[in-house]
């Protein structure tokens, strides 16, 4: 049997009746007197509401990137060997809801005592928060620590999460110190090992309480992925067999074989959509398969391809000069770009942007190719925590001014301009959050 070898650690409002000609100027003045007054930026264009909200100073800690989840803003801070999670109610202002000391285990690296980024994502009533290889679930509205654990959460649908904990031979551990060569295989707590495990556990876990609700021990190493959908799932590919359990109850709803291929089995795979797309590296060739049934949907080979695209949340073929986007559903090219081009999913299209500056170009039709909003003279994107592209660009001014395209929604609104030198902002759907000297600065929008 091969042995997967490959590591990877979801109607209109009626019109209102016009007002009498003589209401017109006051409130005309009265719409210009609110304009003027709002702080932060320039007047918003087509229709958005601009605020600055205030500032998060760097003494109350903003060492982590940036990050909204919940409607919340996430900043940690050192406190000699403990660090503090401290989440922010951002409107009217910036204010603290709670502070959280994390685990010493999540603190730092115990190699060198430097800090361990941390990363925090949104789960129904609980903010799960993971540094390094350990995962904690604290209250949203408390702060409450809830539960911790060794090893990294995968987030699904429905309010559960996986771990895969590969089980190796006693006396595999790879001595650090010794510098040998040689491939390494790693546990869920991040343990180097130089044998490839014996079997693998896949648990999946109650997000809400930490509890562990099935096992699944498939030998040898296995990949898995979160099936989102109306019924969670979890996919297992192993060396020779693809099994989708239930998310919830681990109850195993389908299973196919999977065949070598040129006398080796897959070694990689990954959920696009619908279909799983299973890798077989030595054969050169990739298989997908329907998510819902296990069928076989297409093969396609590989080895034409020394130099693919950048594609991602899209299946492509082609290379970095000449990009096919392809149906994951049959495998077959649906439209083409005959100039180098990164591809990215945003808001439901594909966001086309250019591969030397980084800058956005245009969002096409997912299906043809169609461009749907031009976006020439927007710089750069701005990292999203919600299902909105937000842009910038230098403005006029002197400061930066901030863009929105929203799902469905066929243009780029103006959102403001802000008075800002840093370079390093996030968004969600209701507010954008940039880094300078003064801290960490808030705007609220609204479109």
Known sequence: ?????????????????????????????????????LPGGAAPHSGSLWRYLGVIPPTAGVETPIQLAGGHLFTVAPAGARR??????LEPAPARLWSADLPPSVAADP??????????????????????MSTTAIESDSGRIRWTTGVRITVGDGGTGMVVDRIFRPGTVYDQDSGEPGMLYFSADGQPHTEPPIRTEVRGVDLATGRTLWT????GSVLADPVPGDHPAVLITASDRLTLHDARTGAVLHETVLPERSGAGPSTSDVLGGVVLVGYDEAGLQAGYDTSTLRLLWTRDLQAEMDPPSCAGLLCAGSRDSTEVLDPSTGRPLWALPSAADLDV???????SDPSSGAPVRLHDPATGASWVELTGWT????????????????QTGGQAFGIVRPGRPEVRTLGVADLDGQECGADDRFVVCRDVQGLRIWAYRV
């Open 346 to 352: 945003a808001v439901g299209h594909v966001l086309h």
């Open 380 to 395: 750069d994107v701005v990292e999203s925590f919600a299902d909105v592209l937000v842009m910038r660009r230098a403005d």
């Open 1 to 37: 049997m091969t042995l997967i070898e490959l590591d990877r650690d979801t109607p209109l409002d009626p019109v209102a009746g016009r007002p009498p000609p003589r209401l017109y100027r006051p409130l005309g003045l009265l719409v210009a007197l609110v304009l003027a007054v």
């Open 111 to 132: 190699s060198n005592g430097a800090f361990i980024p941390v990363w925090v994502r949104q789960a129904d009533d609980v903010v799960l928060v993971t540094a390094g």
């Open 84 to 89: 503090i999670l401290t989440a922010w109610t």
């Open 216 to 219: 699944a021990g498939p030998a």
